[in-house]
T-cell receptor, first 113, second 118 residues
Framework: AQSVTQLGSHVSVSEGALVLLRCNYSSSVPPYLFWYVQYPNQGLQLLLK??????LVKGINDFEAEFKKSETSFHLTKPSAHMSDAAEYFC???????????FGSGTRLQVQP | GAVVSQHPSWVICKSGTSVKIECRSL??????MFWYRQFPKQSLMLMAT?????????EQGVEKDKFLINHASLTLSTLTVTSAHPEDSSFYIC??????????????FGDGTRLSIL
């Protein structure tokens, strides 16, 4: 069984500040981990993915995430927030034998001017 | 990149009617499509997985007679909400995956369909 926990349903940062969105996973098999972003009334866009290669993964728009097996975490970071980063962010997990994604509850990121 | 088109983007209809949502892969052959449901301010919940040419696999608690899924071609899957009621109002999102899809590969999502039943 797999699950994802996103700590913090709402995160607010100032423009230019560090963004940190937390994700912890539980998986009985080696996990594949993804971060997606969703803008209002739209589908999901892939930010980055971890598939057992490098533990530090770089994605689009300067986002990156680090897979830490000992902490079962895959937190998403961005050094400097832009107003356009305001959206809903979802962490998701899949694994061998489970191709569908299991999503976390999402974190809404607000960026203050 | 891979493009998935979902149609309609918004539909409002009366209680008791049936509504069909289409999910198309525009530039690749989608052997597997996933249908998700998202309630307001909540996460996506998998409803069913469909493979081209075979019956869909429904998640526990999802009524297969209520949510009919057809995946008759490599570029099109449809979700029909039959005899829709207000509690079926939700945001429905499809995703598609190409041939030789493994769980370590990203899925490509459509833009979703907002269904409102009056």
């Amino acid at each position: 069984a797999q699950s994802v926990t996103q700590l913090g349903s709402h995160v607010s940062v100032s423009e230019g500040a560090l963004v940190l969105l937390r994700c912890n996973y539980s998986s009985s098999v080696p996990p594949y981990l993804f971060w997606y972003v969703q803008y209002p009334n739209q589908g999901l866009q892939l930010l980055l993915k971890y598939t057992s290669a490098a533990t530090l993964v770089k994605g689009i728009n300067d986002f990156e995430a680090e897979f830490k097996k000992s902490e079962t975490s895959f937190h998403l970071t961005k050094p400097s927030a832009h107003m356009s980063d305001a959206a809903e962010y979802f962490c998701a997990v899949s694994g061998k034998g489970r191709r569908a994604l299991t999503f976390g509850s999402g974190t809404r990121l607000q960026v203050q001017p | 990149g891979a493009v998935v088109s979902q149609h309609p983007s918004w539909v409002i209809c009366k209680s008791g009617t049936s509504v069909k949502i289409e999910c198309r892969s525009l530039d690749f052959q989608a052997t597997t499509m996933f249908w998700y449901r998202q309630f307001p301010k909540q996460s996506l919940m998998l409803m069913a997985t469909s493979n081209e040419g075979s019956k869909a696999t429904y998640e526990q608690g999802v009524e297969k007679d209520k949510f009919l899924i057809n995946h008759a071609s490599l570029t099109l899957s449809t979700l029909t909400v039959t005899s829709a009621h207000p509690e079926d109002s939700s945001f429905y999102i499809c995703s598609a995956a190409g041939q030789n899809f493994y769980s370590n590969q990203p899925q490509h999502f459509g833009d979703g369909t907002r269904l409102s039943i009056l």
